[in-house]
T-cell receptor
Framework: QQQVKQSPQSLIVQKGGISIINCAYE??????FPWYQQFPGKGPALLIA?????SEKKEGRFTISFNKSAKQFSLHIMDSQPGDSATYFC???????????FGIGTKLQVIP | GAVVSQHPSWVICKSGTSVKIECRSL??????MFWYRQFPKQSLMLMAT?????????EQGVEKDKFLINHASLTLSTLTVTSAHPEDSSFYIC???????????????FGPGTRLTVT
């Protein structure tokens, strides 16, 4: 059972464009939604995260939009750069010290 | 802050031997550590959760006698792959959660991963 569904699996965006990755979850007990960025051969790095009491969180060029009623959340990368080319994972957990459930991942390629 | 290291970064071993991978939280106390494996171009699969001083909790389908996890201190967890076989070849990644300064217990910080190849 895939508890966090992520799409698309791959995405090609031109430099300067907006990259959008979508996720949906089923478990209403989830209350923490992080996004991770992973480069080949490296561990994931926490990019940005949101709790369900807010609908949007922005950090630099990265924005999470959260729709609690629809059980969906998305990552927007503004002004995408070639250095953003990586695999992005959405995830969800039920609280502190709890395991994180990952989406399938989106391989983003930003072309010059 | 919130740096997690793993050692070794890569290891090659012969089939039938055991391999130990270390995961350390360098600048915070990790109350809980997690071990994942990741196959090429796939997502992370949680293997087990460990709390300092307690036995690890394994996910369904993960052989606890094959993947031995020890979380003896608040900064160190080890994963030992016993009697390794080629199908155990994978990328193993640990993560840690703790509270220290501005760190939240909700956040997990990942190590750089260990590439295991069993020949």
């Amino acid at each position: 059972q895939q508890q966090v569904k992520q799409s698309p699996q791959s995405l090609i965006v031109q430099k300067g464009g907006i990259s959008i990755i979508n996720c949906a979850y089923e478990n209403t007990a989830f209350d923490y939604f992080p996004w991770y960025q992973q480069f080949p051969g490296k561990g994931p790095a926490l990019l940005i995260a949101i709790r369900p009491d807010v609908s949007e969180k922005k950090e630099g060029r990265f924005t999470i939009s959260f729709n609690k009623s629809a059980k969906q959340f998305s990552l927007h990368i503004m002004d995408s750069q070639p250095g953003d080319s990586a695999t992005y994972f959405c995830a969800a957990s039920t609280g502190g010290y709890q395991k994180v459930t990952f989406g399938i991942g989106t391989k983003l390629q930003v072309i010059p | 802050g919130a740096v997690v290291s793993q050692h070794p970064s890569w290891v090659i071993c012969k089939s039938g031997t055991s391999v130990k991978i270390e995961c350390r939280s360098l600048d915070f106390q990790a109350t809980t550590m997690f071990w994942y494996r990741q196959f090429p171009k796939q997502s992370l699969m949680l293997m087990a959760t460990s709390n300092e001083g307690s036995k690890a909790t394994y996910e369904q389908g993960v052989e606890k006698d094959k993947f031995l996890i020890n979380h003896a201190s608040l900064t160190l967890s080890t994963l030992t792959v016993t009697s390794a076989h080629p199908e155990d070849s994978s990328f193993y990644i640990c993560s840690a959660s703790g509270t220290s300064g501005t760190l939240s217990s909700y956040e997990q910080y990942f190590g750089p991963g260990t590439r295991l190849t069993v020949t």
